[in-house]
């Protein structure tokens, strides 16, 4: 008892039987010990009966509560753990419960009313009578219950609980026996108090129990977490979507000549809607982070382009609040370093962010220190604040996720608790420390440090591979672009972004949609392609164009899965790139840069990069990719003298475009005319229909010495022999 009940125990309905039954039997062992000094001592006292009855009631006790405690480690509605849906059993074993105490007050009762012989001679006492064989029948019926749930639960024997059920019925057996033969041996309220010590040791050990009852809390918490974490990732999901919208109009709307009271509202919205996309990034971000899925993509980036936009960026954040914001960028930082650029960006800019936030005067230190070792970079980091500081007792919270202090002063001071986290996460997440100092009212010091691979490359060199120099919008008349979304309104947005470089739209609203364009020969210079679509996703209908003889042109994800690492899964997936909705202008001019103002020099080295694939003569393929193969094919007579046409044009353009092209610089209109006369005629030859028309104009425009129309029209032209020569490249398998 002292062991049992000095122990944390859990409130099961076994638990709770067996309680009753350790004190039952230890009142038991009492009034057995009492009536046999009474029976014995005051043979012929008044007590020494009722004492004696007491004792077989104390016995029937026993024996129907071990009943219930059979009863209920038997029975299929104890699953053997914890009962955490106990309700809905526990009706059960109360009836159960009713059923056997109505069994025990009768036979009490009956036990009270009947009559009980006792004997004693001074050394023994001895009873008998219609009591005592009340309880025998009691007894005898228990035991035989047990016998028949024994046999129902045959299956389950081994079971350590039936134990105490097996050692009873022997030490019964024997007890009986023994006292058969040796009356004066007492020995039932010992072999009931044995059974129950013995029971002890086969009930569910208490503190397993415990470890069971807190893996089964710990599992809920964490699947509810899990739900949690996923609800916010699909809401955070489903909200990008319309804000796509709601950015994609403000930011055109912006572009537009407007009356000055809407400037400012536009402006709002945009604010807002940036702010309330950080919100949503954020969570994704922290869901990310806790489902261990967020990436580092690591490249070759800028260090000092990266302080640059931050430094730019907070700039724009202090706007016109009395702080002065210091930098010092370490001069000997590399300049090409490679890490994930994308989130030391998102640690600087909430860094100080926060320190813009949390201070109303003073200044804001922004320091990047360096440490190198061999290739390795160390940036170290700092961010100080005279803002209000934080509190002793809250720097140990700092990093949680959704802690805000200080809420009654920071009322309108925008915030979700989750920038630290994050900051923290990702700091850790490239194997970085982040260390935190602030005296409460005057202000905080937050030290990040992160080591860079240096890569010894030239900045120019870097920014020639990136090709992000373009950060205009410029005019790309006549490219075609098509944009397939599912999504009407995200349709429109993408539209109405793409009119202002003066491309041709065309717009798709499903994949297939795509492919049947694609199909029917119409060509495109990029695809803008949502990946979440119903029926055919956007990967998908990749796929599928991949699958079409002759199909080159570039395709670029766009969706809202703004995660990082979506970048190096739709690269992997055939994507040229990858553009995040809401479709930021600024990415937008550097792809559609990347991708529409392909520029003379490009051209002119595609057509030197040898092609390896198998020459593929059928002309069908080149009516399919838009050329009038039969006008050439009526000039020229027939197939082999038109394929040998093509081949002349292609070894012709290889010296007559770099001449076009530095006749142009030159502004040398009359032999900038002459070239591209010639250009005008072979592509009419050969059925070059769109290029013909464009050599035609150019020459036309420098016959006149026009020199704007050239400059003006020139990578349209470009683009186009560009695509002309790509597809007879291709045809012919050089
Ligand atoms: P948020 O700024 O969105 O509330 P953070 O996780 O970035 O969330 O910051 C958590 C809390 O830490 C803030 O609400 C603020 O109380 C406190 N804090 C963060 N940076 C500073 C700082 N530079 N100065 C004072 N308090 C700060």
Redesign the pocket.
């Known amino acids: 008892m002292i062991i049992y009940f000095s122990k944390k125990k859990i409130n099961t309905l076994e638990n709770r039987i067996y309680r009753t039954l350790i004190i039952d039997v230890f009142i038991t062992l009492i009034i057995d010990m009492a009536s046999v000094y009474f029976g014995i001592v005051y043979k012929d006292s008044i007590l020494t009966n009722p004492l004696a009855k007491l004792y077989l009631v104390a016995i029937v006790s026993w024996i129907i509560l071990f009943t219930y405690y059979i009863i209920v480690i038997s029975s299929r509605k104890n699953k053997g753990h914890i009962e955490i849906n106990e309700d809905e059993n526990i009706s059960y074993f109360n009836r159960i419960f009713l059923i056997l105490l109505a069994v025990f007050f009768g036979s009490s009762l009956l036990i009270f009313l009947v009559p009980l012989e006792v004997y004693s001679d001074g050394k023994m006492m001895y009873t008998f009578g219609p009591s005592a064989t009340i309880s025998y029948v009691i007894a005898g019926m228990c035991i035989i219950l047990w016998i028949l749930i024994l046999i129902r639960n045959r299956k389950k024997l081994e079971n350590k609980k039936y134990w105490p059920v097996y050692a009873f019925i022997l030490l019964a057996t024997i007890a009986v026996s023994i006292q058969f033969n040796f009356p004066d041996i007492l020995l039932v309220t010992s072999v009931a108090a044995f059974i129950t010590f013995l029971t002890y040791f086969t009930i569910e050990n208490p503190d397993l129990k415990m470890i069971e009852q807190l893996n089964v809390a710990k599992e809920q918490a964490e699947k509810a977490n899990r739900a949690k974490t996923e609800f916010l990732s699909n809401m955070s999901h489903e909200i990008r979507t319309p804000l796509n919208a709601i950015v994609g109009f403000s930011q055109a709307l912006k572009e537009e000549e407007l009356p000055n009271s809407a400037i400012e509202e536009v402006e709002d919205i945009i604010t807002s809607s940036n702010n309330l996309l950080e919100i949503v990034n954020?969570i994704l971000d922290i869901s990310k982070i806790e489902a261990n899925k967020l990436e580092i993509v690591n490249t070759e980036y800028s260090s000092k382009k990266l302080m640059k936009e931050v430094i730019s960026l907070i700039q724009a954040r202090i706007g016109d609040k009395p702080l002065e914001f210091r930098t010092y960028i370490d001069e000997d930082i590399p300049s090409v370093l490679y890490g994930d650029h994308v989130r030391i960006k998102q640690i600087i800019v909430?860094?100080l962010?926060?320190?813009v936030?949390?201070?109303k005067e003073g200044h804001i230190d922004f320091k990047v220190n360096t440490v190198i070792q061999e290739d390795i970079c160390r940036m170290i980091i700092s961010?100080e604040?005279t803002?209000?500081?934080?509190k002793e007792e809250?720097m140990n919270k700092?990093?949680t996720?959704f802690?805000?202090?200080?809420?009654e002063k920071?009322i309108t001071?925008?915030?979700?608790?989750?920038?630290?986290?994050?900051?923290k996460s990702l700091v850790e997440l490239m194997n970085g420390k982040i260390v935190v100092q602030?005296i409460y009212q005057k202000?905080?010091k937050?030290t990040v440090a992160i080591d860079q691979k240096i890569v010894q490359k030239d900045i120019s060199e870097l920014e020639q591979e990136l090709n992000t120099e373009e950060n205009q919008i410029f005019i790309a008349e006549g490219s075609k672009v098509l944009v397939v979304d599912d999504n009407k309104i995200n349709l429109k947005v993408a539209a109405r972004l793409l009119k202002d470089y003066q491309v041709d739209i065309t717009l798709a609203i499903s994949g297939q949609e795509c492919i049947d364009k694609v199909l029917n020969g119409e060509k495109y210079d990029l695809i803008l392609m949502d990946d979440m679509m119903p029926k055919m996703t956007g990967t998908q209908t990749l796929q599928n164009l991949k699958n079409i003889i002759g199909f080159q042109t570039p395709v670029i994800a766009l969706t809202a899965n703004a995660i990082t690492g979506m970048r190096v899964k739709y690269m992997k997936a055939g994507f040229n790139d990858y553009l995040a909705k809401p479709i930021d202008r600024n990415t937008l001019n550097i792809i559609l840069s990347k991708y529409l103002k392909k520029k003379t020099e490009e051209v002119i080295k595609d057509v030197f990069i040898e092609n390896n694939e198998e020459p593929n003569l059928d002309l069908s393929i080149l009516k399919k990719q838009g050329i009038d193969v039969e006008h050439g094919l009526e000039l020229l007579g027939d197939e082999e003298t038109y394929i040998m046409t093509l081949e002349d044009f292609l070894n012709e353009s290889k010296t007559r475009l770099p001449k076009i092209e530095e006749y142009r610089i030159q502004k040398d209109m009359a032999n900038y005319a002459i070239l591209v006369h010639a250009m005008k005629s072979d592509s009419k030859y050969l059925g070059f229909m769109k290029l013909a028309d464009l050599s035609y104009q150019h020459e036309l425009a420098s016959k006149e010495n026009n020199n704007a129309f050239v400059e003006e029209h020139y990578d349209e032209l470009m683009n186009e022999v560009g695509t002309i020569l790509t597809i007879v490249k291709n045809f012919l398998g050089k």
């Open positions: 954020g909430n860094l962010t926060n320190a936030k949390y201070t961010v604040d803002g209000i500081g934080i809250d700092l990093f996720k802690e805000r202090f200080e809420l920071n001071t925008e915030g979700t608790g989750l920038g630290l986290a994050i900051t602030s202000g905080s937050f």
